[in-house]
């Protein structure tokens, strides 16, 4: 569906729900998939103009149509579409599962990709036609496609590409219930944990409204040095302004939107807004300092990161040597090749580099060594028990020495009494963050908070 637009609103939550249980009733009946796809279908067809949907299914894979349905369209018109391998043609039905991509033909009788099928859609009238690749929830892998066509020669307007999108989850859970063999077969799968699916799948849902109708913003937490006296930045934190819930912590949304495969539109709305926030206060104080992003590695791995992380600071203004992008360290694991390149990128552009709760894994080491840090963050579990725990003060220890050895910053997470404080900075750490200094705060509050230095 292309890039996902910031902002954007596509549907009321209750818009969502009421399409939502009334797309699913012949799910959770149990009913055949087929009759299932086509309570979806009309669903479809009733908000768009002038549409007639059909929905083709794939093989296992992904090499050609073996079954779909349609609602006012007849079946035997997809049948003309099945076993037939994607890369002979198929009009837009074949090149969107091919591209994994949206496909738009105004008109089909002057689109080449529909040289060979125009004749299958012609009796019936039909002129346009746009087609969707359905993913399975959480994958790249693309289980069916959805097309919609038309009588006259048009472009789907973006209400219909919205609320399609919106619902894509849903189609691709629905398929994914079913057992479809390569010669077309449907199983129904066990559907007993369905109620599990809905409700999650409505809660992602909610996230994404949550985020186009910007209740995702970030929280803004101070990073010391010198006893707290002064300022060496500020870390980013995401937190969700709930409408019923009140503020909802990010261990409740980020793996969701990870799993959904969504997080780099989450990344990015924290980044910007930090950004832009930033950037006004640093011009109306005067003062200069770090700001600190967190970013998914699932994120990170994905293509042009670095260019967009250029984007959201030439369209903010904010230094580039006044951000860094923080990564977790134990999501570092498998991916270090991919993420040396990209790390290398950021660092071309001026940004800093900072892993987070180091000395959490047996890789630390090699993160040294192959990527261009400039600062580990001790992690607050260590920091936690440093006062009581001879092995954790070893470890606060030997680390603190180790990023001093290398010229590195180190920062000491979860400070939270005079105790920790004490005991970090006897060896050597001088840059702290934690609640013995402030909880995260609303941009207000680190307005108020940042006029002390």
């Known amino acids: 569906m292309g890039e996902k637009r910031l902002n954007e609103r596509v549907l009321s939550p209750e818009e969502f729900v009421s399409g939502y249980q009334y797309i699913t009733e012949y799910l959770k009946a149990g009913l055949p998939l087929c009759d299932v796809l086509k309570r979806a279908l009309k669903y479809f067809e009733d908000q768009f103009v002038d549409s007639y949907c059909t929905i083709m299914l794939l093989n296992s894979k992904g090499t050609e149509f073996v079954?779909?349905?349609?609602?006012s369209l007849p079946d035997d018109m997809l049948e003309k579409f099945m076993h037939i391998r994607l890369f002979d043609g198929l009009g837009t039905c074949g090149t969107a599962a091919v591209r994994g991509e949206l496909m738009v033909s105004p008109n089909v009788h002057n689109d080449r990709t529909w040289r060979s099928f125009a004749n299958v859609v012609k009796p019936y009238g039909l002129k346009s036609c746009w087609s969707v690749p359905v993913f399975k929830p959480g994958t790249s892998d693309i289980v069916a496609i959805f097309a919609v066509y038309s009588k006259y020669s048009r472009y789907p307007t973006q209400r219909e590409l919205d609320t399609l999108s919106a619902y894509n989850e849903l189609l691709g859970l629905i398929v994914s219930n079913y057992k479809i063999d390569d010669s077309g077969e449907i199983e129904q799968l066990d559907l007993n944990e369905d109620d599990n699916l809905n409700s999650?799948?409505?809660?992602v849902e909610s996230i994404k409204t949550g985020l186009k109708n910007g209740e995702i913003y970030p929280y803004y937490q101070p990073v010391l040095k010198s006893d707290g006296q002064e300022l060496h930045g500020v870390e980013a934190l995401a937190r969700w302004e709930h409408p019923e819930k009140g503020l909802v912590p990010p261990i409740d949304f980020v793996d969701h939107a990870e799993e959904y495969d969504f997080i780099d539109w989450l990344d990015e709305v924290i980044c910007r807004r930090a950004c832009e926030d930033m950037k006004k206060?640093?011009?109306?104080?005067?003062?200069?300092?770090?700001?600190?992003?967190?970013?998914?590695?699932?994120?990170?791995?994905?293509?042009?990161?670095?260019?967009r992380i250029e984007d959201i600071l030439d369209e903010t203004g904010f230094p580039a040597d006044c951000l860094a992008i923080e990564i977790t360290e134990t999501s570092l694991i498998d991916n270090l090749t991919e993420v040396a390149v990209t790390f290398q990128q950021l660092k071309n552009l001026g940004v800093k580099i900072a892993i987070d709760d180091f000395g959490t894994t047996y890789s630390s080491l090699n993160y040294l060594k192959y990527l261009p840090v400039d600062t580990i963050k001790l992690d607050k579990t260590f920091i936690h028990d440093v006062?009581?725990?001879?092995?954790?003060?070893r470890?606060?220890?030997?680390?603190?020495?180790?990023?001093?050895?290398?010229?590195?910053?180190?920062?000491?997470?979860?400070?939270?009494?005079?105790?920790?404080?004490?005991?970090?900075q006897d060896f050597g750490c001088n840059i702290y963050q934690g609640y013995y200094f402030s909880k995260p705060l609303t941009l207000e509050g680190w307005k108020n908070y940042l006029e002390q230095f």
């Open 67 to 71: 079954n779909g349905a349609a609602y």
């Open 200 to 203: 999650k799948t409505l809660y």
């Open 281 to 307: 206060l640093m011009d109306d104080t005067g003062k200069t300092f770090t700001l600190s992003v967190n970013i998914s590695a699932v994120h990170i791995r994905k293509q042009n990161f670095a260019q």
């Open 387 to 393: 006062d009581k725990s001879p092995i954790d003060r």
């Open 395 to 424: 470890i606060c220890k030997t680390i603190i020495q180790l990023g001093s050895d290398l010229e590195l910053d180190v920062v000491a997470e979860g400070v939270e009494c005079d105790q920790h404080l004490s005991i970090i």
